[in-house]
């Protein structure tokens, strides 16, 4: 081999090898964390990537996810050209076209449905990504329609209207770095939050201690934690509960903080005292001993941060008064925009947190059509309708087939996945149901091979974006390959339907960098230089950021509210954080066990990665998590097959058996099309706060397959 053939099979860059390397973003994951990558180019084609060491977020790491970057985008079932459907929905037979005659179909029919049934008939959907969502929501409503809505019907959002019922803020987040405790609520970091787990690590190093409250032994608990509250799922706000009251008879509350910045605390006083340690233990498995010394622990080492769980905490029926329970644990201990404590932190753009306000929720808002019916959810999730406003996905299925209040006929959608909703296979036959459905994506994935027309789109390697990071970042990334096939970017398509449709607003029709600088218009952020300097993000000079212990309260009693004024005005939903069991009180002997569906895996993320070859070999084929002695018990080895049963259905999958699983407890990982979890959590397992599905404690039965 010459020295030339060396170096380029090493994949060095210079001019002899042709090789170049081209910053940009991993965006497989949540908007937050979006980590910068290198690609190496050689070609037109990616060959490599790593992290970019320079980048203020992940300063060059990258998980297993962010490091299959280079076979997601090539993976073999890559859409290239616009789709027409040819067979019936769901049979994946598609001729392929041009954006032309794709444009000649779309239009005409979304103004059809419009004309005979009005506006709000057409839905419009985004899935997992969320950096177009602003262009996307936008284009809903100039359309005159109330239907939008997202992935977000049943990630994060629960946790948004926690806050905003609290303290009227959208979040808060925990500050490891001034922190002298840190209670690890469904904190997971090797497998699900690997930047947290670096910022643990470096807290623990100068003396922070941790608590994990967790129903699996996780890397985290092995390697991070001081005490593991190993809780029964469900069960999360009695423990929370029982820690206040421990907290409170003890005396170690702040009594100041509680006095000038909190309201409701005497009812909320009054209801927690049932929650005694030995009362605890019998609802959540936790010891009584342990949550004693828990709460010796979080008064002898404050100030104490809580992570923030987007959605296992949530992800129960009783998940958003879950979420209330455990940070109302900041309020009684003073530690609410305290350093130390939970930092109130506004979405900045596209779900994206950088420590400053822009006008994108107003640049949404804006074209909200008047004079129609309310959104899709809104009678069965009134509280969700209040403070979020958007159609709840959860209630889609319903609406489609009862045509109740109104029908909807027609779904324009963006990386859309029936498999993420529970009782799943209700908002497929839904799907077939409609009259026009139109789904871009980069994949033909199973819920595409339902639409009429399928049009394709790019990774985040192919195409420029605004994006912020944490602590004031911005940036406006470029492609680093061009387009695959005709794939474009989500927002250009966005914005030429927009065009197409001849709506009346001038900025859609403009295109995504109008409406980009239209929403900092009021921020000092300067888009040429950002796009000048687009290889690595930028600080922004001069936005302008609230001091911690400045943010106040914009709620209505301008406190923290442990008894919620809005939620006051709900009939049927308690103003209190209150607690019932998250299993809706099954009869356990016929379910003896509990369905966790989601938990994190290090090779997963949804059902975005289960066709990467490289990922897919680390778990080949869906599996259940069974705990070592259950499967004892039941006299099942690693490998065989068992049958989970609930009140929505049964399927058969091979075990796991692993101590790191609590017993009486399984684990299913969810988005296989061979092992469809979702479709047996039952379609009515909701939070009635939220509209959020209860995928985390699932009344179960499990039984061995004979052969």
């Known amino acids: 081999m010459s020295t030339l053939e060396a170096r380029i099979a090493a994949k060095i860059p210079g001019p002899d090898t042709g090789i170049t390397t081209r910053n940009s973003v991993c965006d497989i994951c949540a908007p937050g964390p979006h980590c910068g990558v290198t690609c190496y180019v050689k070609d ?51 001729e392929p076209i041009t954006w032309e005659e794709a444009w000649d179909e779309i239009v005409p029919r979304l103004n059809r449905v419009k004309e005979e049934y009005g506006p709000s008939a057409v839905a419009f959907f985004s899935g997992y990504n969320k950096w177009y969502r602003p262009f996307l929501q936008r284009l809903c409503y100039s359309f005159g329609s109330v239907n939008y809505g997202t992935e977000s019907s049943t990630c994060f959002t629960s946790t948004v209207m926690s806050w905003r019922i609290a303290t009227g803020e959208d979040v808060a987040s925990p500050d490891l770095a001034h922190a002298g405790i840190f209670l690890g ?83 909320y006083r009054d209801y927690v005292m049932d929650f005694t340690p030995e009362r605890v233990e019998a609802l959540t498995d936790v010891p009584a001993d342990q949550l004693r010394l828990a709460a010796r622990m979080i008064h002898t080492h404050m100030p104490l941060a809580i992570n923030q769980s987007s959605a296992a905490l949530v992800h129960h029926t009783n998940g958003m008064q879950t979420h209330r329970a455990v940070m109302a644990l900041s309020a009684l201990m003073g530690t609410y925009d305290r350093p130390g404590g939970m930092i109130p932190a506004p979405l900045t753009y596209a779900h994206s947190m950088a420590g400053f306000s822009t006008l994108d929720e107003a640049f949404a808002l804006e074209k909200y059509p008047q004079g129609q019916p309310r959104p899709v959810g809104a009678q069965r999730f009134p509280l969700w309708e209040r403070l979020v406003g958007e159609m709840q996905g959860c209630d889609l299925a319903r609406q489609i087939r009862e045509e109740s209040p109104y029908p909807i006929k027609a779904l324009w959608a963006h990386g859309m996945n029936f498999r993420m909703f529970n009782g799943d296979r209700e908002l497929e036959a839904a799907l077939k149901k409609l009259d026009f459905f139109v789904d871009t994506d980069l994949f033909l994935t199973d819920t595409a091979k339902l639409a009429d027309i399928v049009l394709p789109c790019c990774s ?102 442990l008894w919620s004024t809005v939620i006051e005005q709900f ?40 066709d990467v070859p490289g990922l897919r070999s680390l778990r080949p084929e869906p599996m259940a998590d069974l705990n070592d002695e259950d499967a004892a018990r039941m006299e099942v080895c690693p490998g065989d097959r068992v049958t989970l049963t609930t009140s929505a259905g049964s399927l058969s999958v091979r075990t796991n058996p692993t101590p790191q699983v609590k017993a009486g407890t399984v684990y299913l990982y969810h988005g296989y099309r061979e092992a469809d979890v979702n479709a047996i959590v039952p379609p009515d397992h909701n939070d009635p706060y939220s509209g959020f599905p209860g995928y985390r404690s699932v009344p179960c039965q499990v039984r061995r397959c004979e052969a």
């Open 460 to 561: 985040s390697f192919e195409r420029g974006e605004f994006k912020v990071f944490g602590g004031g970042y911005g940036q406006w990334t470029e492609s680093v390959i061009q387009p695959l096939g005709e794939s474009r970017p989500d927002s250009e398509i966005i914005c030429e339907l927009a065009q197409r449709l001849e709506l009346d607003d001038d900025l859609l029709r403009a295109g995504p960098e109008a409406c980009v600088r239209y929403i900092l218009r009021e921020t000092p952020v300067d888009v040429d230089f950002l796009k000048a300097h687009s290889q690595l993000p930028q600080k922004l000079e001069g936005v302008k950021k609230i001091p911690v212990g400045q943010h106040g309260f914009r709620t209505p009693t301008g406190k923290f509210e």
């Open 44 to 94: 037109g084609k990616i060959i490599k990537i790593e992290g970019t060491a320079e980048h203020p977020v992940n300063h060059g790491l990258l998980c297993t996810r962010g490091q299959s970057g280079r076979q997601y985008v090539y993976r073999k079932d890559r859409i290239l050209t616009p789709l027409r459907r040819v067979g019936q929905r769901g049979e994946g037979r598609f």
């Open 185 to 267: 609520w469904c904190y997971n970091g090797y497998y699900g939050q690997y930047l947290m787990a670096r910022r643990v690590e470096q807290a623990r190093a100068r003396g922070m201690k941790v608590i994990i409250v967790d129903p699996r032994i996780t890397p985290a608990v092995e390697k991070q934690c001081d005490l593991h509250l190993r809780i029964k799922p469900g069960t999360d706000g009695a423990l929370a509960l029982g820690l206040a009251r421990e907290l409170i008879v003890r005396d170690w509350i702040d009594h100041d903080y509680i006095q000038k910045y909190v309201y409701g605390y005497e009812a």
């Open 571 to 610: 009939p049927g939903l308690n103003p209190l954080p209150t607690w019932r069991d998250g299993a809706d009180d099954a009869d356990p002997t016929e379910y003896p066990f509990r369905l966790v569906a989601g938990a994190r895996l290090p090779n997963a993320l949804h059902s975005r990665l289960h």
